[in-house]
């Protein structure tokens, strides 16, 4: 896989860059290698299921989280970019409440690992964006959470222009005061 891993300022959250080759013919990089993964990244990482979503400009997912079956995901854009946002919400953790963000896109095959304990949204820069996510348990609607995209507590920069085209409940999301979190 030939990555190069970094610690973001939620150090639990990794920024990946593979190692793309590429010619005149286009490119190549493996996107996931579960050895270098366990080596690089985190350990004892098991992915169950994979995630295809397309957004059009100014579409905002999220911040979602599972609060009972919490998911580890490694997210990655295949077509466009977005900005991509981690929030920790576990209230035992010195960086509670904070949050970091790094721009993902085709041209820069970088991909983020947030582990499970973090809320994870996404904003979508070019006219479309095809996002592609690994997770580490599967979806439950009985216990997927939102916490809201502009909490003024969390203080989210989000790079978009004007109000961003959001699903109902990702409108209805809680602030961190009110949210359900991890211990």
Request: net charge negative.
């Amino acid at each position: 896989m030939a990555i190069t891993v970094t610690a973001t300022a939620l150090p639990e959250v990794k920024l990946i860059e593979p190692k793309v080759f590429g010619d005149s013919r286009g490119f190549f990089f493996e996107s996931f290698n579960a050895r270098e993964f366990a080596e690089k990244v985190e350990a004892g990482v098991e992915f169950v299921q994979d995630n295809h979503s397309r957004s059009a400009k100014n579409v905002l997912r999220g911040l979602h989280y599972q609060i009972q079956h919490p998911q580890g995901k490694l997210v990655r854009v295949i077509s466009g970019e977005v900005f991509d946002v981690a929030v920790d919400i576990r209230r035992s953790s010195p960086n509670f409440g904070k949050w970091m963000g790094v721009n993902l896109s085709a041209e820069n095959s970088r991909q983020l690992w947030i582990p499970p304990g973090f809320a994870h949204g996404f904003v979508v820069l070019s006219e479309t964006a095809d996002f592609l996510y690994k997770t580490t348990d599967y979806w439950f609607p009985e216990h997927e959470r939102c916490l809201l995209w502009n909490d003024a507590q969390v203080g989210i920069e989000w790079p978009a222009t004007g109000e961003p085209t959001l699903a109902a409940k990702d409108a209805a999301g809680k602030g961190l005061v009110e949210a359900e979190t991890y211990a």
